[in-house]
């Protein structure tokens, strides 16, 4: 069979950093299996900040020497030179470094870092084989808000599959990602790199050897979340299609493909305006709903400063602060909030600690932000 073209290579700076994060569907990481979870982190040592690719499992792939393939199957056949190999024939990124966790692996480092914090946007409902119970099996019912997960729920909000999509779980994933950094972050972890690398090397497999880790944490130690951006290799750069033997597979389009990587790695955008500094004000009878607002809010670029309480609202609002017309921003968040015109309030204030206020309301649904996405 004769290899297709590879994609073109992503230009990019000298000193950024690729770092392929996997999670295999095994119980160790001696022989991961399929590798379900498929992002490509980009870090962007100077400013600093972090670039997240998600690759869907079913991604239709050429694998150099194996030919075609779901893109999953690659570490299985080849380790991770021919996973490294397939990202960049597949989708032009020149891979630096590759860590591996297993179900075990994740499941203990969660539990290890005291569980993570998680903002449930969509209700959630499954059901999962657990030894631990005496069925077998346990059903999870999580609505929207903020959750505590210990490492087992943890690793099955990631994997949901039943009434949700690849490219929800995707989402998901990521969330996940950012709730363990912050988690790291608060519980001070990143200067004691050097005395848990046995314990990482017990848990990751990587090639990442224990000064680049060093390098990267001190990049972490910098990081301000806002700075974080999330992509997903979705719809418009894959199609979905039935392959040989009936096999689902999602056929990449390639020129929408090479587009989106160039856009979703690259670092957020700078602006001679700081980042808009936003407050939550929670007029739902949901006591966790302005929390997750917020971390919506987070992962769209904003600032928050705050959080709090309101009296119940009939409506959610949006009202705009600043004294310079900043139109695309209030569009941003009519957008991420389904609102219309008549829902922007214009306070033009000189002397703030804000530039908008988000005012939740009885009809504010936190899975709107993310449906179609």
Same mark, same amino acid.
């Given at each position: 069979?004769?290899?297709?073209? %590879?994609?073109?290579?992503?230009? $990019? ?58 893109? @999953? ?6 380790? %991770?030179?021919?996973? !490294?190999?397939? +990202?960049?024939? @597949? ?34 409902? *499954?059901?999962? /084989?657990?030894?631990?119970? /005496? ?47 912050? $988690? ?6 990143? /200067?004691? +790199?050097?005395?848990l690398w046995g314990a990482v090397r017990d848990s990751v497999s990587t090639d990442l050897d224990l000064p680049g880790l060093v390098r990267i944490g001190a990049i972490g130690l910098r990081l301000d979340t806002a700075n974080v951006k999330s992509r997903f290799v979705g719809i418009?750069?894959? $199609?979905?299609?039935?392959?040989? @033997? ?27 305006? %700081?980042?808009?500094?936003? !407050? ?14 917020? !971390? ?20 959610? $609002? +949006? ?6 017309? @900043? ?19 214009? #306070? ?6 804000? *530039?908008? #206020? ?16």
């Open positions: 069979m004769t290899a297709p073209p %590879p994609a073109p290579l992503l230009v $990019q700076p000298e000193n950024v950093i690729n770092i392929l994060l996997l999670g295999s569907d095994r119980s160790g990481i001696e022989r991961p299996g399929l590798t379900d979870t498929i992002v490509v982190a980009t870090i962007h040592p100077e400013r600093p900040s972090v670039s997240l690719l998600s690759v869907p499992r079913d991604f239709y792939a050429w694998m150099p020497g194996r030919g075609y393939g779901k893109i @999953n199957t690659a570490f299985r056949y080849g380790g %991770p030179a021919l996973m !490294e190999a397939t +990202i960049r024939h @597949n989708l032009g990124i020149d891979i630096d470094y590759y860590a591996l966790v297993s179900f075990d692996s994740f499941v203990r480092i969660v539990d290890a870092l005291g569980g993570v914090d998680v903002p449930v946007e969509c209700p959630l409902h *499954d059901t999962f /084989p657990d030894p631990d119970s /005496p069925s077998g099996q346990t059903d999870v019912d999580w609505e929207p808000g903020m959750h505590r997960l210990d490492g087992k729920h943890a690793l099955w909000y990631a994997r949901s599959r039943w009434s949700t999509s690849d490219f929800d779980r995707h989402r998901r994933q990521q969330q996940i990602l950012r709730s363990l950094y912050g $988690q790291v972050m608060s519980l001070g972890i990143i /200067p004691k +790199i050097p005395s418009g750069a894959v $199609q979905p299609w039935k392959g040989p @033997n009936g096999l689902y597979i999602l056929l990449p389009d390639d020129e929408a493909l090479t587009s989106l990587v160039a856009e979703a790695l690259a670092p957020p955008p700078y602006t001679v305006q %700081p980042t808009w500094r936003v !407050e939550v004000m929670n007029g739902t009878l949901h006591e966790g709903w302005g929390q997750v607002a917020a !971390e919506r809010l987070r992962w769209e670029g904003f600032a928050l400063v705050r959080v709090q309480r309101a009296a119940p609202t009939p409506r959610t $609002q +949006i009202v705009d602060l600043t004294t310079t017309p @900043n139109s695309w921003t209030v569009v941003r968040l009519m957008r991420l909030y389904r609102r219309e015109a008549g829902d922007v309030v214009s #306070q033009p204030t000189e002397q703030r600690d804000i *530039d908008f #206020q988000v005012l939740l309301g009885l009809d504010y649904d936190p899975c709107t932000a993310v449906r179609g996405r």
